[in-house]
């Protein structure tokens, strides 16, 4: 009978669009790789690491979910990602795979324009191949504060105000409350988010005081308008910035201790 270190487990994911990243990703753990590609998540480990786990699968989901967050902090496409099953392989070739069955949603979102520039010293500069690595590392450090309960909820609802365009103005406030809350007031999460006052104002403004069908306070108005793409971008802009400020302040030693 074969023992847990001749047994390798591989665990499954699929994701839509198959499209989502522009390149295949690999992701070096000292215990495993994680390939994420067309479509299809797999990780292989041994099966005595695996065992000694048993929340690992749910782990690694809520890990991925974050690492999809992370790249939508850029790129902002729907997509959805579930568990496919899991796969024992045997020293002697066999194998046995028990499947998950979920449901799926997808929705279709625009892809980005790419660009390639020259600056003054002629050196050429790939929008595509900038946006991919900035990309990653943001996925990155999202992923690895997914266990953060703040850094969860803050990207989740900047998701939630792309699914949900009608009300992302409420949502992206919501992110900047979260934040306040968690950072014990507006003076030092604006010091820790590096947000000035004006900055901040000028959110309150976007999300609460125009006559905007996104905003918070739309009863307040009879006549609405729909925010302009300006508009929603300096929110958004905003908004994303304190995000990553976030991020960047749980790399620090005393945001653990």
Not at 26 to 54: A, C, D, F, V
Not at 64 to 86: A, C, D, P, W
Not at 150 to 156: D, E, G, P, V
Not at 188 to 195: H, K, P, Q
Request: proline share 3%; glycine share 4%.
């Amino acid at each position: 009978m074969a023992n847990e270190a001749e047994i390798e487990v591989e665990m499954g994911w699929v994701y839509l669009p198959t499209k989502f990243f522009d390149e295949k990703i690999l992701l070096e753990r000292p215990e495993y790789t994680i390939e994420i590609e067309q479509g299809h998540i797999k990780t292989r480990m041994n099966e005595g690491y695996y065992s000694s786990r048993p929340a690992l699968y749910d782990s690694l989901t809520e890990w991925l979910n974050m690492y999809f967050h992370g790249l939508n902090l850029v790129q902002r496409k729907t997509f959805s990602i579930h568990r496919s099953g899991l796969v024992r392989f045997y020293p002697d070739g066999r194998s046995d795979t028990t499947l998950v069955i979920e449901d799926m949603y997808h929705k279709h979102s625009v892809d980005h324009i790419e660009l390639s520039c020259t600056d003054d010293e002629g050196q050429v500069h790939d929008s595509r191949r900038e946006r991919i690595d900035a990309t990653k590392k943001l996925a990155e450090l999202s992923a690895k504060h997914h266990e953060d309960r703040t850094a969860r909820k803050i990207l989740n609802s900047f998701y939630d105000a792309f699914k949900d365009p009608g009300n992302e103005f409420v949502y992206l406030l919501e992110i900047w409350e979260a934040l306040r809350a968690k950072l014990q007031g507006r003076n030092s999460a604006l010091a820790i988010l590096e947000i000035s006052e004006p900055e901040l104002d000028w959110l309150y403004v976007l999300t609460c005081k125009k006559p905007l069908k996104q905003g918070r306070h739309r009863g307040r108005s009879e006549s609405l308008r729909e925010a302009t793409l300006e508009e929603l971008d300096e929110a958004r802009t905003i908004v994303r910035n304190m995000i990553i400020m976030y991020l960047q302040f749980l790399e620090a030693p005393a945001a653990k201790s």
